[in-house]
């Protein structure tokens, strides 16, 4: 099982980045995947999940209207689009997948329902 991120950059606050998160090595098609953020000192936190085979999705209230997520399910590769970019979104992002199974769940899922993750790409946001 492999979750690979890219696209963490340095930018100006009100930029914008696009994060990837491909995956291989589980069947992707019923899984949901996650985006979570953890800054120096903080806990992790759910960014955005997306379930992929019904498309059901989270967004959490601090990136509602900023963030997007989506998927290609050709490519096992799911986005997260972040624009109107804060200081506050600096964290290092990570990619993590659960079991299709808790779909109807995916307002509530914490960390500990996803089984795999990935290493991290740095977002650090400039004021």
């Known amino acids: 099982v492999q979750l690979v991120e890219s696209g963490g950059a340095l930018v100006q606050t009100g930029g914008s980045l696009r994060l990837s998160c491909t995956a291989s090595g589980f069947n992707f098609d019923d899984s949901i995947i996650g985006w979570f953020r953890q800054a120096p000192g903080k806990e992790r936190e759910a960014v955005s999940s997306l379930s992929i085979s019904e498309g059901s999705t989270f967004y959490a209230d601090s990136v509602k209207g900023r963030f997007s997520i989506s998927r290609d399910v050709t490519a096992s590769i799911v986005y997260l689009q972040m624009a109107s970019l804060k200081p506050e979104d600096t964290a290092t992002y990570y990619c993590?997948?659960?079991?299709?199974?808790?779909?109807?769940?995916?307002?509530?899922?914490?960390?500990?329902?996803?089984?795999?993750w990935g290493q991290g790409t740095q977002v650090t946001v400039s004021s």
């Open positions: 993590a997948a659960a079991r299709g199974l808790y779909s109807e769940y995916i307002a509530i899922l914490t960390p500990r329902e996803f089984d795999y």
